[in-house]
């Protein structure tokens, strides 16, 4: 199914997404230095280097590496590794914003359900994300953005949660395109239990995908760990409903750091639920968009995916040029005015008044009446 | 009442304001030549400078000053004249952005109804202007804001109309404060006739002003020119709704010229109200503001009116240092765990969890049980 990593690759690597949380530089480097078969070996050793050996200590006898793969296989899932060709490099960007007291490094491996390639999947694709504690307004929003960008060929990732993420996967599967979800618990453990049904979905017409290993249960900051492999997954996020306080500002200022183009919708000023959407775009962290098609102008290739701007209906009026325009105004609606007293009004020659309305009759916005004119039906909208 | 004009001055720019339409380049450059009395007089006489012998052909005959004048006084109000103490010497700087192709020069005067002078009223001022068909949100949010300027000192400017302008000056009146309505008709003459109840108590207390003389109509034309006024008068301009097409973008487009802080408050996706606001916003033209503490923001003195970023609601658990908040997630909450299966939940050493778990105990965030441990009510939260 997968091809590139090794056997002996694939089981070290499964081993250590279960030995030690993600996101951890010290192991991040140590991969790096002597591969994930040798990193492996070292932290099972009796002397682990020391700035993970802490993270590891309880852990580091706990190798089901096996027994995870055969449950994965089991579920119809796989391990998707670095080295095989599926895996989505963008994710490795995430090294280059990482810092010491802020490690967001880029997954050790991904554990997968699902029949899509990953990377082909989430070439062309935005993120949604958005409160759980979501309003029937936000809910409509996410529903209506994602199927937008479902439709047009984009697929949409998102974290899973009840609320804005719900609401932005099913609206995808409703367009017929793949969604996927990451979760930050085991991918034969999706949480929460309400979206089961969601999540089976996801499983045959998209993908569950977690860094964790099956079995693993979803504890609180494993949610904010994880919310950096939303932001480095797609081409772009857009936040939809967050309060003041909302794990989808961490998936918004991981895109920011990655500058991949961040996004949010505002809301009524009156609903708690868009506090977090306004003040990333007041502050100009994010870009204020309302529509799937604005979406695309960011994230969409240039020349591709533009947007229209919006436009009001369009009157005759409008395309008058300045010197018509004024005249127009001295011609009254409800009875015909001689052409001395229309000059007089609009504050213009007679000469030119009498040449404006010429041209206004042509237009069908003034007609004669006796010796004076009026207003048409077209000329008073 | 007012100072600086002499009566000759006076009754000249009385006069301007009547036989030409007003934001003319021509008749300021005629004035700034030769002042208004002598421009008043070449206009008058058979050769009137090319550039605007047009624009006055009709009218120039139509000499009232004195009876305009008249009649402003028996109204209780006044024309100030840039001559005066009052004028507000903000509106100069339309000059500098007024072309040919689209004048947009100060007032020639200012007829006034009101007691306040106009220079003090206007020196910590805010336009708020929107949809004449605004929602009920929209006069909600413009109510809002203007009774939290005007309750700080500020004063509203806006242009009288039905929907958000009268809205903000009702709020206004409500906090007690001055308002500013900046008409597109005779003084005597306020639009819409709806509001004359409004036009009545802002002429009590606050003012009503306009460009044009008693008795002049509100041609359609004239809202567009009156809006450099609103822009120009006031320290910054919000928009609180705005179709696609709408008045209210004129006042921004000058705000945004004159170097004026322009904001726009945002409403659903979904209302085709906020569709103006959101553009500006979108495309960096307006800054989102969501109360009036972030309208003064921008507009107020640096630290004398400055926002408090909004926050959530801080528990205990936000106040943890990271190690403390790992080894938190590693207890369980429905029954006691002893400390070596707390470090291998947590990824923790042993000695470090013991560490961890005494300070947590001490913050009242986990307790001990038998020889284990759990968390307490506030470690649950």
């Given at each position: 199914?997968?091809?590139?990593?090794?056997?002996?690759?694939?089981?070290?690597?499964?081993?250590?997404?279960?030995?030690?949380?993600?996101?951890?530089?010290?192991?991040?480097?140590?991969?790096?230095?002597?591969?994930?078969?040798?990193?492996?070996?070292?932290?099972?050793?009796?002397?682990?280097?020391?700035?993970?050996?802490?993270?590891?200590?309880?852990?580091?006898?706990?190798?089901?590496?096996?027994?995870?793969?055969?449950?994965?296989?089991?579920?119809?899932?796989?391990?998707?590794?670095?080295?095989?060709?599926?895996?989505?490099?963008?994710?490795?960007?995430?090294?280059?914003?990482?810092?010491?007291?802020?490690?967001?490094?880029?997954?050790?491996?991904?554990?997968?359900?699902?029949?899509?390639?990953?990377?082909?999947?989430?070439?062309?694709?935005?993120?949604?994300?958005?409160?759980?504690?979501?309003?029937?307004?936000?809910?409509?929003?996410?529903?209506?953005?994602?199927?937008?960008?479902?439709?047009?060929?984009?697929?949409?990732?998102?974290?899973?949660?009840?609320?804005?993420?719900?609401?932005?996967?099913?609206?995808?599967?409703?367009?017929?395109?793949?969604?996927?979800?990451?979760?930050?618990?085991?991918?034969?453990?999706?949480?929460?239990?309400?979206?089961?049904?969601?999540?089976?979905?996801?499983?045959?017409?998209?993908?569950?995908?977690?860094?964790?290993?099956?079995?693993?249960?979803?504890?609180?900051?494993?949610?904010?760990?994880?919310?950096?492999?939303?932001?480095?997954?797609?081409?772009?996020?857009?936040?939809?409903?967050?309060?003041?306080?909302?794990?989808?500002?961490?998936?918004?200022?991981?895109?920011?750091?990655?500058?991949?183009?961040?996004?949010?919708?505002?809301?009524?000023?009156?609903?708690?639920?868009?506090?977090?959407?306004?003040?990333?775009?007041?502050?100009?962290?994010?870009?204020?968009?309302?529509?799937?098609?604005?979406?695309?102008?960011?994230?969409?290739?240039?020349?591709?995916?533009?947007?229209?701007?919006?436009?009001?209906?369009?009157?005759?009026?409008?395309?008058?040029?300045?010197?018509?325009?004024?005249?127009?105004?001295?011609?009254?609606?409800?009875?015909?005015?001689?052409?001395?007293?229309?000059?007089?009004?609009?504050?213009?020659?007679?000469?030119?008044?009498?040449?404006?309305?010429?041209?206004l009759?042509?237009a069908g916005l003034v007609?004669?009446?006796?010796?004076?004119?009026?207003?048409t039906?077209a000329g008073?909208?």
């Amino acid at each position: 199914m997968t091809s590139g990593a090794s056997d002996e690759v694939r089981f070290a690597r499964a081993a250590l997404t279960r030995i030690c949380e993600p996101a951890s530089q010290g192991l991040a480097k140590l991969i790096a230095r002597c591969g994930p078969v040798e990193a492996l070996d070292r932290l099972c050793r009796d002397q682990p280097p020391k700035d993970i050996a802490g993270a590891v200590e309880g852990r580091r006898g706990d190798i089901r590496a096996q027994r995870d793969l055969d449950n994965i296989h089991a579920l119809g899932g796989r391990l998707v590794c670095p080295e095989d060709d599926e895996w989505p490099v963008q994710l490795d960007q995430l090294v280059t914003v990482s810092h010491e007291n802020d490690p967001v490094m880029p997954p050790v491996a991904l554990w997968i359900r699902g029949l899509e390639d990953v990377s082909a999947v989430c070439a062309r694709s935005v993120s949604i994300v958005g409160s759980r504690a979501a309003s029937s307004y936000g809910t409509h929003v996410a529903g209506e953005l994602a199927y937008g960008l479902a439709d047009r060929g984009w697929t949409v990732v998102s974290g899973g949660a009840y609320g804005i993420d719900g609401s932005g996967h099913r609206a995808a599967l409703a367009a017929g395109a793949p969604t996927v979800a990451v979760l930050a618990s085991g991918v034969d453990r999706p949480y929460p239990l309400g979206h089961h049904a969601l999540f089976d979905r996801i499983a045959t017409e998209g993908l569950l995908i977690s860094e964790w290993p099956p079995g693993c249960s979803p504890q609180r900051q494993r949610f904010l760990v994880r919310n950096r492999v939303i932001a480095a997954l797609s081409g772009g996020t857009v936040v939809v409903e967050a309060a003041a306080r909302s794990g989808a500002r961490m998936t918004a200022r991981r895109a920011t750091e990655l500058c991949r183009p961040l996004m949010a919708v505002p809301g009524p000023v009156t609903s708690a639920m868009s506090v977090g959407a306004h003040q990333l775009i007041r502050t100009g962290t994010a870009t204020l968009v309302t529509s799937a098609a604005e979406v695309l102008d960011l994230v969409g290739q240039i020349g591709v995916d533009m947007a229209e701007p919006p436009r009001g209906p369009i009157t005759a009026r409008d395309a008058l040029p300045p010197e018509l325009a004024q005249v127009l105004e001295g011609v009254p609606a409800r009875r015909a005015a001689p052409p001395d007293e229309i000059a007089v009004q609009a504050g213009v020659r007679l000469s030119d008044a009498l040449r404006a309305l010429s041209r206004l009759i042509g237009a069908g916005l003034v007609d004669e009446h006796g010796n004076g004119y009026r207003l048409t039906k077209a000329g008073r909208r």
